[in-house]
């Protein structure tokens, strides 16, 4: 079973719909995040959360929200959806370095496929 | 500011010849330094890391990378590069002391028989 799990995996919706993609991770991480992948633009941080009651906001995260309902959990909702926000979406997780804040390596799902008509 | 360049976007190879995608950053000291492979359809595998030590790191699927301070660089090579290594390649940034990592933009590696 694979450590990342992200659902749905594609997903089609209209302009002004909410929804939700979730992930889960067998990994035991604290540490959790939710990237979007435009093409030519690389990955851009959307939201991480460090434990359950810790959630930050990344680079890129107006439109968006996060629910970490569990330390395996970690949910994005967008909203009202707008079609600029159609991309490919990654969540990962990761441990830290020693007790820094550094990241260690992060771990990728299989990416969630978003299309806003 | 911190950030990560990939210079070349798109880079085409023969199978059997050598690979080196660059990798700069930008970053006042040393940081931690990696790179990813995202296969078509897939999320983003890691290939090596640099954290410290030796400068010359080695991977998985026969790539390495050579991290030189002088030139802020990280470099990811192959020897001889396999048409399964068509892929898109990111080089990412985690400056020390800080809890997220930066991504370049991306090499997209195609490789003809």
């Known amino acids: 079973d694979a450590d990342v799990t992200q659902t749905p995996r594609n997903r089609i919706t209209k302009t002004g719909k909410r929804i939700m993609l979730e992930c889960s991770q067998t990994?035991?991480?604290?540490?959790m995040y939710w990237y979007r992948q435009d093409p030519g633009l690389g990955l851009r941080l959307i939201y991480y959360?460090?434990?359950?009651?810790?959630?930050n906001k990344g680079e890129i995260s107006d439109g968006y929200s996060v629910s970490r309902q569990a330390q395996a959990k970690f949910s994005l909702s967008l909203e009202s959806a707008i079609p600029n926000q159609t991309a490919l979406y990654f969540c990962?997780?990761?441990?830290?370095?020693?007790?820094?804040?550094?990241?260690?390596?992060?771990?990728f799902g299989p990416g969630t496929r978003l299309t806003v008509l | 500011a911190q950030s990560v360049t990939q210079p070349d976007i798109h880079i085409t190879v023969s199978e059997g010849a050598s690979l080196e995608l660059r990798c700069n950053y930008s970053?006042?000291?040393?940081?931690?330094l990696f790179w990813y492979v995202q296969s078509p359809g897939q999320g983003l595998q890691l290939l090596l890391k640099y954290f410290s030590g030796d400068t010359l790191v080695q991977g998985i699927k026969g790539f390495e990378a050579e991290f030189k301070r002088s030139q802020s660089s990280f470099n990811l090579r192959k020897p001889s590069v396999h048409w399964s290594d068509a892929a898109e390649y990111f080089c990412?940034?985690?400056?020390?002391?800080?809890?997220?990592?930066?991504f370049g933009t991306g090499t997209r590696l195609q490789v003809f028989p």
């Open positions: 990412a940034v985690g400056p020390y002391n800080t809890d997220k990592l930066i």
């Open positions: 990962a997780t990761s441990d830290r370095i020693s007790q820094g804040k550094s990241t260690d390596t992060q771990y």
């Open positions: 990994k035991g991480h604290d540490r």
């Open positions: 970053y006042g000291a040393t940081p931690y």
């Open positions: 959360s460090f434990d359950v009651k810790d959630i």
